[in-house]
């Protein structure tokens, strides 16, 4: 695939999984209550769960048909339907490498890292 076409399947998937993302947002904010984020919980149970099925899937048949679509299901969908479902990909990886301190390193650095660059991003537009 062409890097034109690879950036154009990254940004058809984004685009579809986050119109995706926002309904199911709406769906779990109707159903079940807004008192909770029901729906940012979903779709990153559900963007994990997917992006691990893709990761083997396509690691089986690496020049397969399936493989083709990699940068729209992988980077494009799953990255604009979640980018914890990356992120749990990189810490499994990393794992999977016989790093697991490395993991945990990059566990325990994200959550507090996120969290900070919320609270300074909303305290600089203040």
Do not use: D
């Not at 199911?24 to 209550?33: D, K, R, T």
């Not at 083997?56 to 399936?66: A, E, F, K």
């Not at 499994?92 to 900070?116: C, D, E, F, R, T």
Request: aromatic share 12%; charged share 5%; with cysteine.
């Amino acid at each position: 695939m062409s890097a034109w076409k690879a950036y154009l399947a990254v940004g058809v998937g984004s685009g579809v999984s986050s119109v995706l993302r926002y309904g199911v947002s709406l769906f779990s904010q109707a159903a079940l209550g807004s008192y909770f984020p029901w729906g940012t919980l979903i779709v990153n149970v559900l963007g994990c769960y997917l992006i691990g099925w893709l990761a083997v899937t396509l690691s089986r048949s690496p020049h397969g048909q399936l493989a083709r679509l990699q940068p729209l299901l992988v980077a494009g969908f799953c990255g604009g339907f979640t980018t914890f479902s990356l992120f749990s990909l990189e810490t499994l990886y990393l794992v999977q490498l016989g790093k697991p301190a490395m993991a945990l390193v990059y566990i325990v650095a994200s959550l507090p890292l996120w969290l900070g660059a919320a609270v300074a991003g909303e305290r600089m537009a203040r």
